[in-house]
């Protein structure tokens, strides 16, 4: 899955933690893979709110000239 890896403490509810432990055997996966999926998939769903975000304020919006310039063309 990753090429590196850093051990990573995290306090979480206990009622989460069951959670995960029920799901990690009812897919036969290691805890921390289920945990790492989720935490991708939320970080995706993040970076496309933002991204919406920026489109409907326009503060993400560049000129054709500014776009081309950071293209280095």
Not at 38 to 63: C, F, K, P, T, V
Request: aromatic residues 8%.
């Amino acid at each position: 899955m990753y090429k590196t890896v850093k051990p990573t403490t995290f306090t979480l509810p206990i009622s989460l933690v069951e959670d995960i432990d029920i799901m990690a055997k009812e897919l036969n996966k290691k805890k921390t893979q289920i945990v790492a999926e989720a935490l991708e998939m939320y970080m995706d769903y993040q970076d496309l709110q933002l991204a919406r975000e920026r489109l409907n304020d326009g503060s993400g919006r560049l000129s054709a000239d500014e776009f081309f310039k950071e293209l280095g063309i």
